[in-house]
Structures are given as C-alpha cells and as structure tokens.
C-alpha cells in the first residue's frame, strides 16, 4: 500500500526520533563491576541465570571452534546497551529477546544494543553466534591445547577468551554444555551428562551442572579420554578422565579420591556437588585447577617420579579442598581470592600432616619466617596487589597461600580448636552455592567465638607486618631483606 503524506510524515518522524536516540547515546566502552583487581571484568546491569553453550569441534586444538551462547538473565538496572564479556573470538550475530541487535567490540566488551530501553526486573535472553579461538597465548589462560585436544584454564578471568558472559564470580549461574566433536573424541564438561547423540561422523555430547557455577570454573575437556568410573562417599558418583594410553598407571593416583573425600568431609559436611573427579591432562599449565566437579591437573604430575607420593596427595587435596572453598563458596570479589587459597592450603597441610608425617606446625612456622617478605612483595592477605600487567597470573601468590593458611592457623590458636571447627562447618553450610565476602567471613568468626575479633582480622588481613602469633610469641618474621 503506498504511503499517505500522513503516514510518510509519521515514518519521517520516527526515523529521525531513532536516529536522534542512537545519536544522543554514548559511545561503546567497556564497563566493569568495578572489582579493585580487575576493574573491566563483568558487567552491571543483569544478573545471569543460565548459560547454554553449543561448541563445534572441528578435529584440531589450533582452529576456531563454531559456538552459540544462549544467556538467561534477569536485568537489575534499566539498560540500553548490554555489556558482555568477550574476546579472542569473532562474533557473526546477537539476538536479545529473540530480535537482531546491533553490536560493537571494545576492549574485552562485546557491547550490544538492546532493543529499546529494558526496565529493571524483566527477563533477558542473549544469543551470540561466534567462534571460540584457543590459537593464541596459552598463559593468558582460556583454552589449553593438550597433546590430543583441549581443555580449560579460565582463573582467574579468561572464561571470556572461551565464551561471552558476565565473567565475574559475583555472578554465579548454571550451565549446559553442548559439544558436538568428532565421533573418535571423548568429551566432558562440568556436572552430570544429560544425552549423547550420534550423527554420521559426529557426536554431540551435552552435560548440565546441578549448581549454579562461577565463569572461572568452566570446564570443557575434548580428547583421546577414558572416563574411568568408581562411587565416593554416600554413593557420590566420582568420574576421573585420564588419557587412555596412561589408564593403567593412573589406576593408583585415581583410587585415592574416594578416601580423600571421605577425610574432607569428616573435616567440614558433605560434598557440596553432584559429582567429583579428577582430569589429567597431557599438557603443560604450571599449575592444577579446581573446575567445579572435575578438578584439572597436569599428567606431570603423576608420573614425574621427583614428587614424592605425600605431596601429590596433598595436591590432589588442595583442588578437592576447593570445591567447598572456592567453588561452592566463591569469592564476591578477587580480592576475597584469600579465602579460597587459604582454605585449601589450609586443608591440604593438615592432610598431609595426618596422612605422612609431615607436621603442621612446622609449615605455618616457616610460613610465619616468611610472611612479612610476602606481604611486601605481594600485599596483605585480604588486600593483595594488583597483578602484574600482561601476567594476570601472578596474583596467585605465597601470600594467598601460605600466607593466608597462617591467617587460619591463628584463628584456630585465637579461638580454639572446637570454635574453629564449627566455623567452618557454618560457613560452607550458610554460604553453600553463593557468593561471599571477607567480611561475611569475619563477622560469622566473632559471632560463633562470642566475642568482637575485627581488631584480630584487621591485623592478620589488612596489615603491612605480620602480627605476633598467639601462643607462639617466640616466632619472628624475617624481614624481606633477609629472607
């Protein structure tokens, strides 16, 4: 039907109104949380409920993968553009409520254009059509090329490199995974499978977590993998995924979960998770990794006969540890990242005290020698320094492990054994599933001691010298010019 003058009036009008809105608002830029350590990671404005990510595995570990993110959110603010987290990859189209939307990459901000401006509280649905790039520098983290395939290494902000979201751990959400690969390939995600389906020279493999989960703690291994399957306390189904040329001389390493879960929980409640394992990837990271579920570790590791048996034990406990610490009670902000580290080097030295001889006190003796030339070099424990510029990775250091289990060993000598048991226990029962502060922390340790202990956390957490340990007036902190 051609146009009326009054109709072509109104288009005429609505057109320039469009156009003046599009003018009138600012430019992309990429925003933040404004988290102290990282001040662009995540995002305001939503909180995420769900993510369901389809990755296409085409055969090599240095190709694109083909992906589609489908965000469920709910908007907190009124928003007109919607910042995701993004980058090393090429992003093809968006959809927010189901309509095309108009985007625009910034920094590590893939910034989309709502369609019109979403009032607080209303449903939000994103769909971004994009490739997942692991060609690149391995040590900024993401994907990690393995031997056979890939697997993931997202802490502490690099689940972006792998998928858009909001990559913060203030926004904990559930995940499915939807892998397709090639049919002679083993892939498995975070939680439980939920369908494998088989096409032609393909399979596609879906996995779907029972919790909601930090980005950092995705996980996606693709590989020449064998599952190997074995029950954990109260019939937790406990699943290990080891490459399958090296099954049989894992087969001693991987039998040690089930009791290893066991001791945790005697030390704190049940297992917070669906399920547990551990994977062993033929690949070269540096370090291991708590991935919610499924904690990942260097093949090295095991097989490296230099690490006596006590140690590797400890280790495997350190990522086991996590899964309460960390995992199911993350950090609010990177600055909490203490409580994870601290808490699992914590479980990890009392391990490897009542299983090999290896006296706790001795090691938070030594950790206490060292602490002020930690603090010196890397900040206190609750308020560490940034990292260092293009190695993010160095903000993971002695004084957020070491450093930080002395915190926990001066609490239990501050305030008793039994308080501190009950401590712990509350705190991964309150905060179960949830994120949490250092302040939650210490005001739930003064309620459950009775008494007022900011003065006591304020010094251990906040200070530049370490404070005098209780019952141990003797002990002495080198200073970082002796050590």
Known sequence: MPLTSRR???ALLATASATLVAATLPAPVPLG???????????????VLSYDIALTYHGSNTEPLDAVTEIAARTTAPLERINLDFTHGAVSEVEVNGLKSDFATK???????????????????????????????????????????????????????????????????????????????????????AGRTRHGATTTWTYRTEHPMATELAQVSIGGSTVVRRTGPRGLPVRDVVPTADREKLKPWLKKTPDQLAWMEQQVGDYPFETYGVLIADASTGFELETQTLSLFERSLFTEPAYPEWYVDSVMVHELAH????????????????????HASWYEARYAEEHAEQPLERRMREAYTRSDAWRAAGGPPAHPDAPVPGQKISLFRPVVYDGSALVLYALRQEIGEAAFGRLERTWVHRYRDRSATTADFTRLASRIAGRDLSGFFEAWLYAEKTPPMPGHPDWRSRKPADQ
């Open 107 to 193: 920094g590590e901000d893939l910034v989309v254009r709502a369609p019109g401006r979403l009032p607080a509280g209303v449903p939000l649905s994103i769909t971004v059509r994009h490739t997942s790039d692991p060609d690149g520098d391995q040590n900024n983290g993401g994907w990690v090329r393995t031997s056979d395939g890939l697997v993931m290494a997202n802490q502490a902000d690099a689940a972006h490199r792998v998928f858009p979201g909001n990559d913060h751990p203030a926004d904990k959400a559930y995940f499915t995974f939807r892998v397709t690969a090639p049919e002679e390939l083993t892939v498995v995600a975070n939680g439980l499978p």
């Open 8 to 10: 072509l009036r109104a």
């Open 323 to 342: 899964q309460w610490f960390g995992d199911s009670v993350s950090p609010r902000s990177w600055s909490d990242l203490w409580l994870n580290e601290g």
């Open 33 to 47: 949380i404004g988290d102290r350590l990282f001040p662009e990671l995540g995002n305001p404005g939503y909180d």
